[in-house]
């Protein structure tokens, strides 16, 4: 099956499994939006326990288990929790306690798949952080268990649960900057990534980000929200990619690249341009969508249009409102205004939406697996030092 093949295919499914559970109605018959939902946290490192906070502050959805396999890392997630909630070391077990309608699985990404799998086995739905599998084979495995299940999948790539990410991306499909023609991307910091080790030992299980056995390192953790925006703007998936990086700055035993630099190719002839570094922070994270008739920037929580071939900073009439005055933010353009709340906080609302309304997420498992193949061919095409073409899976 050509990789074109597999992903419309996935989408048909999905769409037909959504269709079907609608017209059978939920699994766990929720039967109103004042219904409470009780969701177990498997992995309580730095974006569990950060989870957990947004999730106290939904009405009626309760934190009632946490799992992790270092006890400090459960203990942190207990305290963050609202009321009282059982801990566990091992997620089957957590599994197994019939209370728990839904599991937000925040491990490292290796584990991401098979635990998936086995929540969707024991009838629970799923919220999967970010990139939603490693490997073609753990995201071959999971489309297939999400097309047999009748319960809830999320990926957790919460910029498409913006409002405001959401907004832009019906303005550029309505032909606010025209033809989009690239996109240029980053996410930069300063800072080796390293997390506290209080024993030897526990280096690969506290650090596993730095080894590419359990991580996929910066394209999988950071790049894999632009790539999943890009992919989202332009309704298609790349067919190739080239890349670089290396170990050049943070020389401490990691295995996984301190600095990256991809170009995926789109077929409609758009190239995407995607960088991380650790070694310099300069304007952060931030989406340049340029188009032949203007230029949409992102950041986390704000966006700006730059009109193309605008020579002054005001204008007579913008968008059919004559004699309006446009407010100009610096040289970024004119502000996107809109109200809308931080992504994480909107992605969890939208996950305990979509299972007390039986709603096919909008970041659902075909966004999710095709931001995952683009990961999987950007670590193809790094670490080999090729270009990379679509896989035939």
């Not at 974006?47 to 959805?61: A, C, E, T, V």
């Not at 091992?90 to 309608?101: E, G, P, S, V």
């Amino acid at each position: 099956m050509k990789r074109r093949e597999f992903v419309i295919k996935s989408t048909l499914a999905s769409a037909a499994v959504a269709t079907t559970a609608v017209a059978m109605g939920s699994a766990f018959n929720f039967k109103n939006a004042n219904e409470t939902l009780n969701i177990g946290i498997i992995g309580t490192g730095d974006r569990g326990k950060g989870l957990i906070p947004n999730i106290n502050g939904i009405n009626n959805f309760n934190v009632i288990a946490c799992c992790d396999v270092l006890p400090f890392r459960l203990q942190e997630g207990l305290k963050k929790v609202n009321g009282k909630a059982k801990g566990y070391s091992d997620y089957r077990k957590l599994l197994d306690n019939k209370d728990i309608d839904a599991i937000l699985v925040s491990t490292p990404f290796n584990t991401h798949s098979q635990i998936a799998i086995d929540a969707l086995d024991a009838g629970k739905h799923v919220y999967c952080e970010k990139t939603m599998a490693k490997g073609y084979d753990g995201i071959q495995n999971l489309i297939k268990k999400v097309e047999d299940s009748k319960t809830i999948f999320q990926t957790g790539h919460q910029y498409h649960s913006s409002r405001l990410y959401t907004h832009v991306v019906d303005l550029i499909k309505k032909g606010k900057i025209g033809k989009v023609v690239a996109f240029e991307c980053q996410w930069n910091r300063h800072g080796d990534w390293r997390r506290p080790v209080p024993q030897a030992d526990l280096e690969k299980i506290i650090n596993w980000r730095m080894y590419r056995e359990y991580s996929g390192g910066l394209l999988a953790e950071l790049c894999s929200h632009q790539i999943d925006f890009a992919n989202w703007v332009l309704d298609e998936t790349p067919s190739q990619v080239m890349g670089t990086g290396g170990v050049d700055y943070w020389k401490d035993g990691r295995e996984t690249y301190d600095n990256i630099h991809l170009i995926y190719n789109y077929p409609s002839g758009v190239k995407a341009t995607f960088t991380c570094l650790t070694s310099n922070a300069k304007d952060g994270y931030k989406i340049k969508v340029m188009g032949d008739k203007g230029t949409i920037i992102l950041d986390y929580a704000k966006a700006w249009f730059f009109p193309e071939g605008l020579g002054k900073k005001e204008l007579g009439e913008l968008d059919g409102v004559s004699g309006a005055t446009v407010k100009w933010d610096k040289d970024l353009g004119i502000p996107i205004n809109i109200e809308h709340k931080e992504p994480s906080e909107q992605a969890l609302i939208d996950f305990k939406d979509n299972i007390l309304l039986n709603k096919e997420p909008i970041s659902n498992i075909t966004t999710g697996a095709n931001a995952a193949i683009c990961i999987q061919m950007g670590l193809d095409a790094m670490y080999g030092n090729k270009i990379i073409t679509r896989p035939v899976l």
